[in-house]
């Protein structure tokens, strides 16, 4: 599953929700008690496979991926130089090659198989990139690594608690994860609706090929964080990023907004 952000320029719902300005109605929002092992027949990285490299151009210079979430993420980081590194969810390999490019080593994965292919393009040689499902067992042995980042993608597992489990299990004792993802209350006063509920809802992002479905999990910030501790994590840090200051110039607009509002959200855990 690729590193995601609000796309070309933002995702698109329905309609704002009649008398409530500034809110949005839910788009075949699907709502499901609040546990995280919830299956569904559809694959939600599927719409990565279908967007392919104009997600990759979009990622490169985009407000949200490469002024907002991504120098949030690598701060959060902190420095990776000779540390064993796993970018989960790894899209086209931006984040990959950036870790490598500062000593990391590193080793990727991502469900999408365009995804595989473009970060295998991107990275040649200086990384491993693997096919694998956030939220299934994957295919690393216990304490391989001392670092996992997963960046905008936990909200496409469809067991949100057996990725971090995962998560957990493939780290070293006293080694950390940050995962961003998607601020549960934005998306709760965008979609309306129960904040409570753990929802499956659908966006249609507008990119240059069409409209583009995208589907993925809504949960209040309580299950999110419970799906992190259960499994033995502790939270080191909650971040609610401000945008980088390269996007004032770029991007005005939204950075007008995310200096007043989260977009996302970063959770450091250490195991």
């Not at 300005?21 to 990565?48: E, F, I, K, M, N």
């Not at 995804?115 to 990384?127: F, H, I, N, P, S």
Request: with cysteine.
């Amino acid at each position: 599953m690729a590193p995601r952000s609000l796309p070309w320029p933002r995702p698109r719902c329905c309609a704002r929700t009649p008398g409530r300005p500034g809110r949005r109605s839910a788009c075949s929002a699907v709502p499901v008690p609040a546990t995280y092992g919830v299956q569904v027949s559809s694959q939600l990285w599927s719409a990565y496979d279908e967007m392919g490299p104009a997600y990759q151009l979009h990622a490169a210079d985009s407000a949200y991926n490469a002024h907002y979430d991504r120098p949030a993420v690598l701060a959060a980081l902190g420095p990776v130089g000779g540390l064993r590194v796993l970018d989960a969810a790894c899209g086209p390999g931006y984040y990959a090659q950036e870790l490598a490019d500062r000593g990391a080593i590193v080793t990727a994965f991502d469900a999408s198989p365009v995804m595989v292919e473009l970060a295998r393009a991107r990275l040649g040689g200086t990384a491993r990139v693997d096919q694998a499902v956030l939220g299934e067992p994957l295919p690393y042995p216990d304490g391989a690594f001392d670092l996992i980042v997963c960046a905008l993608a936990i909200h496409y597992a469809d067991d949100r608690g057996a990725a971090f489990a995962e998560f957990y299990r493939i780290l070293a004792p006293g080694a950390a994860a940050v995962v961003s993802t998607q601020h549960p209350v934005m998306d709760w006063l965008r979609k309306g609706g129960s904040y409570f509920d753990a929802t499956l809802e659908t966006d249609t992002w507008r990119t240059p090929g069409g409209d583009q479905p995208v589907r993925f999990w809504r949960e209040p910030l309580s299950a999110f964080c419970t799906a992190a501790t259960s499994c033995g994590f502790l939270i080191e840090h909650v971040i609610e990023p401000l945008p980088a200051d390269s996007m004032r110039e770029r991007y005005p607009d939204d950075y007008a907004k995310l200096t007043k509002e989260p977009g996302f959200l970063i959770l450091r855990l250490v195991k």
